[in-house]
Antibody, heavy 122, light 107 residues
Framework: EVQLVESGGGLVQPGGSLRLSCSAS????????MHWVRQAPGKGLEYVSA????????YNADSVKGRFTISRDNSNNMLYLQMSSLRAEDTAVYYC???????????????WGQGALVTVSS | DIQMTQSPSSLSASVGDSVTITCRAS??????LNWYQQKPGKAPKVLIY???SLQSGVPSRFSGSGSGTDFTLTISSLQPEDFATYYC?????????FGQGTKVEIK
């Protein structure tokens, strides 16, 4: 059974930093690109970041470019999102998401974690 | 960025009704269109990918159609567990973008 479990969420002050982790199990982690998608309270879904299967290629939405860094550890089946210079508008539930394809990064999502809440407030 | 517009934003329906949700892209996305269902406090769950392919395990009352810029999600006979918010998403180009959501409520 595919499982994606996020951790590391919490309350952080504006300008602060936080690292989210996602533990993956039930599939060969290194075969899939991975993503982060977020959802502000009561709002819709917003794409954040992508990382290729071997970690050699990443993509960040303009809203987080230069502030967030996605990375992965294929040896330990872990995905990360390092967030810095956090703003109130970054407050959201952050979902760890698997790409559907084992060939390429398609931005077509099949499994989602339960989410981690990040609250940016003083 | 490609804009995805869903209609309606919300609808009320009864158990057993047939429901159709529309998603329009601001430019052609061929068939790179996915549909998700989200219940309160839960993660989204994929229903349909590549416009019309049913995700494994999803009931056959869900179907998708369309190509280019216009797409539909149809629930043929609404069940109590189908009351949720539905999102479309394009995977044609980066950044992937989502519609604003359609909330399906009980009449």
């Amino acid at each position: 059974e595919v499982q994606l479990v996020e951790s590391g969420g919490g309350l952080v002050q504006p300008g602060g930093s936080l690292r989210l982790s996602c533990s993956a199990s039930g599939f060969t982690f290194s075969n899939y690109a991975m993503h982060w998608v977020r959802q502000a309270p009561g709002k819709g879904l917003e794409y954040v970041s992508a990382i290729s299967r071997n970690g050699g290629s990443t993509y960040n939405a303009d809203s987080v470019k230069g502030r967030f860094t996605i990375s992965r550890d294929n040896s330990n089946n872990m995905l990360y999102l390092q967030m810095s210079s956090l703003r109130a508008e970054d407050t959201a539930v952050y979902y760890c998401v698997r790409d559907r394809s084992t060939v390429d990064t398609t931005y077509n999502f099949d499994y989602w974690g339960q989410g981690a809440l990040v609250t940016v407030s003083s | 960025d490609i804009q995805m517009t869903q209609s309606p934003s919300s609808l009320s329906a009864s158990v057993g009704d047939s429901v159709t949700i529309t998603c329009r892209a601001s430019q052609s996305i061929r068939i790179y269109l996915n549909w998700y269902q989200q219940k309160p406090g839960k993660a989204p769950k994929v229903l349909i990918y590549a416009a019309s392919s049913l995700q494994s395990g999803v009931p056959s009352r869900f179907s998708g159609s369309g190509s280019g810029t216009d797409f539909t999600l149809t629930i043929s006979s609404l069940q109590p567990e189908d009351f949720a918010t539905y999102y479309c998403q394009q995977s044609y180009s980066t950044p992937p973008t989502f519609g604003q959501g359609t909330k399906v409520e009980i009449k």
